[in-house]
């Protein structure tokens, strides 16, 4: 079976945290699309199965790269088909819808509606038969891998309806509400299928975790799991649901709690709740961060807070651009795009999206475009330009070990080019 994983044309609305990365590669509950998407390539592994990424053109170097999965199609496959939209929530209820569809002996489509009605393709079966047939009708086609994929889209629009809900990211803020939603059910799963040792009750580990002196551990709310190497300080609050990605070192005297998700080599600490943060963020000071997401090589300087409860208690709206919207959430705290950074003491207010490779001081009271130098309180937005990026991230790499390649070097001027709008926007609106 071939797995295809496409972005579709709502993608874009996920900005900024999919700039840097496909869709199919945000986390959410600890989990990414991409390692479902491996779960089922495993499983049909005795069928000969691929997985390709249809990202992007920016993205095809960073796929092929970190995430392993092979190129976009050039022609209609042989054999059977699995469409996946890379905007799909990445929960353990939608592996196993996925599973489902994949067992099905025919073509089969899950759909939802976009918010001017139109239908939109989230998962479906295209079986070998009714590929042969439209290889057939049209011999010619296929020829270009969009060709391919939508030809593939529109065999599955016209293929049954299966009865089955699969919710999917239209907007960043849902990454947090859904990762609230699915976080108990993704521990648990760590836990059913993973080779871990339980250290105490509740408390999930593997090798090389270490876990220092008088620290207070609760789980009536959820487990926690500690993946390998993963070093806990003296003095820490850790409560579940909390799974920690491999390497990751949590700092003494730090409160982690109501649900977070953390990926691999993060430095944290300070107060952390219901939030998820990607591999290779620091956050190791005091400070508070809540209901948020953060991207990969952000670093939050000492004292930096943001507020995630409107001081009316009241539902928080939030900002794409020039769109204002209710999200339906109480507490909500800020989306921040991958290698942006904030001074010591920054006080990020409620709802507030930042572009990706932005430098934050002081109060930041409205959404931040990428690539600019963020000092409203002092009276200043200035440019960020890539190559200042470029040396930043060579330095931030070498502080990990991690060896700068040229498809991340090019990703930066990528990113740069693609969010001229985004400043032009904000000077527009005079933020």
């Known amino acids: 079976m071939h ?38 390539g495993s499983d049909f592994e005795s069928k000969g199965s691929s997985i390709h990424g ?13 995430h392993g999965l092979q190129p976009p199609i050039d022609r209609l496959p042989d054999g059977d088909v699995l469409l996946i939209n890379a905007r799909l929530v990445p929960s353990v209820a939608t592996y196993r ?37 439209a290889t057939k009708a049209r011999p010619q086609a296929g020829e270009a891998s969009s060709s391919a994929l939508e030809q593939l889209l529109e065999l599955a629009s016209q293929s049954a309806k299966m009865d089955e809900s699969l919710s999917a990211f239209q907007w960043p803020h849902e990454v947090v509400s859904e990762h609230m939603t699915a976080m108990n ?10 080779n871990y040792q339980q250290r105490e009750d509740g408390v999930f580990v593997r090798d090389g975790v270490s876990i220092g002196e008088y620290g207070s551990i ?34 003494e005297h730090s409160a982690i709690k109501d649900g977070v998700s953390l990926g691999h080599t993060v430095k944290i600490g300070g107060e ?34 943001n507020s995630d409860l409107k001081n009316t208690y009241g539902k928080i709206n939030i ?28 006080g990020i207010f409620t709802g507030k999206v930042i572009g990706v490779c932005s430098m ?38 070498a502080r990990r070990k991690v060896e700068q390649r040229q498809c991340d070097m090019d990703l930066i001027h990528a990113m740069y080019h693609r969010t001229e709008s985004e400043r032009e926007a904000s000077e527009q609106l005079g933020l």
């Open 360 to 397: 934050l001081y002081g109060f930041v009271t409205s959404n931040v475009p990428s690539y600019v130098n963020y000092a409203r309180l002092f009276g200043q937005t200035s440019l960020l330009p890539p190559d200042v990026m470029i040396n930043t991230q060579a330095r931030m790499f």
């Open 54 to 66: 249809h990202v992007r053109d920016y993205l095809l170097p960073i796929q092929s790269a970190d």
């Open 185 to 194: 059910d993704s521990v648990e799963y760590r836990i059913e299928h993973g």
């Open 272 to 305: 952390v709740e219901a939030s998820v943060i990607e591999a290779f963020t620091n956050k190791q000071h005091h400070g508070f961060l809540g209901h948020s997401y953060l991207g990969s090589w952000i670093n939050l300087g000492a004292g930096t807070c």
């Open 97 to 133: 819808i996925l599973k489902s569809l994949a067992n099905n002996d025919r073509s089969v489509t899950i759909e939802s509606n976009s918010a001017d009605g139109a239908s939109v393709i989230l998962a479906a079966r295209v079986s070998a038969q009714d590929i042969q047939a």
């Open 3 to 40: 797995i295809l994983c496409f972005e579709d044309s709502l993608v874009e609305q996920l900005c900024p945290i999919v700039h840097a990365r496909p869709a199919y590669a945000i986390t959410c509950a600890s989990f990414r699309l991409v390692d479902w998407l491996r779960t089922l």
């Open 319 to 346: 900002e794409y651009g020039d769109r204002k919207m209710a999200t339906g959430m109480q507490f909500l705290g800020c989306i921040m795009g991958d290698y942006s950074k904030s001074a010591i003491n920054t």
């Open 218 to 251: 609760h789980t009536s709310g959820g487990a926690i799991v500690l993946e390998e190497d993963v070093q806990v300080g003296p003095f820490c609050f850790l409560e579940g649901p909390l799974h920690a990605g491999r390497k990751t070192r949590v700092i």
